[in-house]
Nanobody, 122 residues
Framework: VQVVESGGGSIQAGGSVRLTCAAS????????MGWFRQGTGKEDEEREE??????????HYAEFAKGRFTISQDNAGTTLYLDMSSVKPEDTAMYTC??????????????WGQGTQVTVSS
């Protein structure tokens, strides 16, 4: 199983960035997938969910993500995107993707990538 994120980097506040997560090797598509984040210096805190897509296509957003971030998945159900716009310095974090098969859809016990860093400067 592989879960690989890409697309992070350094951006100015108010700007936009797209994160991509490619998953493979998990039984049964479409995959249940989601984005989580953990801020710098917050390693003792749990990662917070940013957005996720359930096995039936239902989309969930954290309050801070609504209206600014858009999650989407490709037709094959194996690649996940996160379009972030109007970013703020407080969005600075390591963004990590998680994936699971559509039958259990338990991202906490699923497969996780290494993460991609997003740094927003003011």
């Amino acid at each position: 199983v592989q879960v690989v994120e890409s697309g992070g980097g350094s951006i100015q506040a108010g700007g936009s960035v797209r994160l991509t997560c490619a998953a493979s090797g998990i039984d049964d598509r479409p995959y249940c997938m989601g984005w989580f984040r953990q801020g710098t210096g917050k390693e003792d805190e749990e990662r917070e969910e940013v957005a996720r897509i359930d096995e039936d296509g239902t989309i969930h957003y954290a309050e801070f993500a609504k209206g600014r971030f858009t999650i989407s998945q490709d037709n094959a159900g194996t690649t996940l995107y996160l379009d972030m716009s109007s970013v703020k310095p407080e969005d600075t974090a390591m963004y990590t993707c998680a994936a699971d098969n559509k039958w259990s859809c338990d991202l906490g016990d699923g497969y996780w990538g290494q993460g991609t860093q997003v740094t927003v400067s003011s």
